[in-house]
């Protein structure tokens, strides 16, 4: 239906993949990491050698229009964007994708589509740009019938209001889409995902998705003053207020909903002008903990950095920084106001404190790029990249994924350690070689940090998503006990739930049915993702 198409296997468009240069880079360092002479390679999937199901439904005429069945719509809304959904797609396995896929253009498409699952009791999945990691938009396997509803027709910025400084943006706008639109007029959301070039407003809305600042407003709920959600009782619309303290606020419970209790269809979000001001540094220590103890003393000191990713040494190393036993701390100040040096100078004394050697520092005013050189470049380069990597090593039988948490300063060094040395022993005895396990800090608070950890592994090609299981599960289970969250913000979908549900208050959950109850009564919006339905896990 789109001119230029996403793969339905991987990261971008199609034909959008690693170049020559990077593939060799890739083979040239994990070759012989995992010890072996070559990779044996597996090539993508085409359509046409997919064995798909036939649909199970046919579309009413009069949503003939914005309904499709073709093969490869039903491919590409079939998974997300997690290592199980990689692995599946090269093994060729897509036994369970939605039967019809729509792409709405406004409200009253959507309350049509949302009646028809209704008459027919046909399960619906929202989805934006598909890039869940935790199994957010996969139809469940015991699902009868699914429409996929696809927001990526509703992308619009509807209004601006400059005096409030906050635009009207339709929930299908992916990162790119809403800031072109935005910039004319010198605004930004500044909210920059990883996923930035293909996730969507509505997406971010429905996983409390975590962007660009490593402070203060790190996640979009911050960002975020009104939301329109359709469910299929109708509409809802929270008050646009810059705070309320009116009781419980109904826009605290769309957020972070996943797609159970309605569609976004537009929100009022915070924007801001584009910063002219940046002051930034990248830090090296030579231990790791002390250096997450300069990052809690720079938290503390009320000094709020944009950015302030702090990379352990196996991170650095896998970014191009240090010898394999140095920590690198890369800090931003930004502003579209005031020059921030004096923040970065009494920041960069606070490292100093803890062992801190500045290895670059640059202050600039207007649209300068000394921030995108030096060490805090090269690991902004490679962090761009990573996604194209996923299905290159994919296709090797590397299996590669991340995972993240926020826990308390208290218990971040145990958890640091432990869920390293798990996650490791798990490689070593699922895969019978030694694995990668690294770790960043991406967001920093007065009272914990975020802490994002990746792993690889090398699997056996017929096994990788049971042995990914394997691993990820001993990782998280010591993620939380450890005192982590589940998640800090890649949400939770069907993948986290068994955390998830440890996490939840019973009570909390029993509210949550409730609601669902009330706004989605015969339990048809992305079942199983946050809650069961009634009769049982999954059951429809
Ligand atoms: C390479 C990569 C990097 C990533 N980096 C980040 C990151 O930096 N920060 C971060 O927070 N996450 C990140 N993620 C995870 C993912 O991008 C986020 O969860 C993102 O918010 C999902 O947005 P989406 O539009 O792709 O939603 P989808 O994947 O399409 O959907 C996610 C969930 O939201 C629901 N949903 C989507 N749109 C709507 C809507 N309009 N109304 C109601 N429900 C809806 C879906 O049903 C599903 O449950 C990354 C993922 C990848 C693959």
């Known amino acids: 239906m789109s001119p230029r198409r996403r793969k339905f296997w991987g990261w971008g468009y199609e034909g959008d993949i690693l170049s020559e240069e990077e593939l060799n880079w890739l083979e040239g360092t994990w070759a012989p990491f995992f010890g072996i002479e070559q990779f044996e390679v597996t090539p993508p999937p085409t359509v046409e050698e997919v064995d798909l199901p036939p649909p199970r439904l046919s579309v009413p005429s009069q949503l003939a229009a914005i309904c499709t069945t073709e093969p490869y719509e039903r491919l590409r809304h079939a998974y997300g964007a997690s290592f199980p959904d990689s692995a599946r797609a090269f093994a060729r396995d897509f036994s369970h994708p939605p039967d019809v896929v729509a792409y709405p253009r406004d409200v009253q498409e959507i309350t049509a589509l949302l009646d028809w699952c209704y008459a027919q009791d046909i399960v619906a999945i929202p989805f934006g740009g598909g890039t869940s990691v935790v199994g957010g938009v996969e139809p469940p396997p015991v699902a009868e019938r699914v429409l996929t509803i696809d927001l990526t027709r509703m992308q619009r910025v509807l209004a601006i209001d400059e005096a409030s400084q906050v635009a009207l943006i339709e929930a299908g706008a992916a990162g790119p889409v809403l800031e072109e639109q935005l910039r004319p007029g010198g605004w930004t959301l500044r909210f920059f995902p990883q996923s930035f070039e293909f996730s969507t407003l509505g997406g971010w809305i429905a996983t409390r998705a975590g962007g660009h600042f490593a402070t203060l407003a790190t996640h979009i709920d911050d960002l975020v003053e009104s939301v329109e959600l359709v469910t299929p009782r109708g509409l809802i619309v929270s008050p646009r207020f810059p705070a309320s303290g009116a009781g419980p606020d109904p826009l605290r419970l769309w957020l972070g909903s996943e797609g159970i209790f309605g569609l976004i269809t537009r929100a009022w979000v915070r924007i801001v002008r584009r910063p002219r001001f940046r002051a930034s540094a990248s830090v090296r220590f030579e231990e790791f903990e002390k250096a997450s103890e300069a990052v809690r003393a720079i938290a503390q000191a009320g000094l709020y950095p944009a950015n302030c990713r702090l990379l352990d040494p196996w991170e650095s190393l896998g ?184 996490e939840r208050p019973m009570l909390f959950a029993e509210a949550l049915r409730a609601t669902k109850q009330t706004l989605d009564p015969r339990w048809l919006l992305n079942p199983g993702v946050l809650l069961d339905p009634p009769s049982g896990p999954g059951v429809i």
């Open 319 to 502: 970014s191009g920084l240090g010898n394999g036993t140095q920590a690198f701390l890369v800090l931003t100040f930004e502003s579209a106001d005031h020059a921030l040096d004096p923040w970065l100078r009494r920041a960069l004394e606070l490292c100093a404190d803890y062992g801190g050697v500045v290895e670059s520092q640059a202050s600039e005013s207007g649209q300068g790029e000394s921030h995108r050189q030096g060490s805090a470049g090269r690991w902004r380069q490679r962090f761009l990249r990573m996604p194209w990597y996923r299905e290159a090593m994919t296709a090797r039988g590397i299996i590669s994924d991340t995972f993240e948490t926020a826990v308390t300063w208290e218990r971040f060094p145990r958890l640091y350690e432990q869920v390293r040395l798990t996650t490791a022993q798990a490689i070593r005895e699922v895969t019978g070689k030694a694995g990668w396990v690294s770790c960043r800090l991406t967001h920093v608070y007065p009272d914990g940090a975020a802490a994002y950890f990746t792993f690889c592994a090398l699997g056996k090609k017929e096994a990788l998503v049971p042995q990914f299981w394997e691993i990820k599960r001993a990782a998280l289970n010591a993620v939380t006990e450890h005192g982590g969250t589940i998640t800090h913000h890649h949400a939770v979908g069907r993948d986290h739930r068994p955390w998830y549900d440890r």
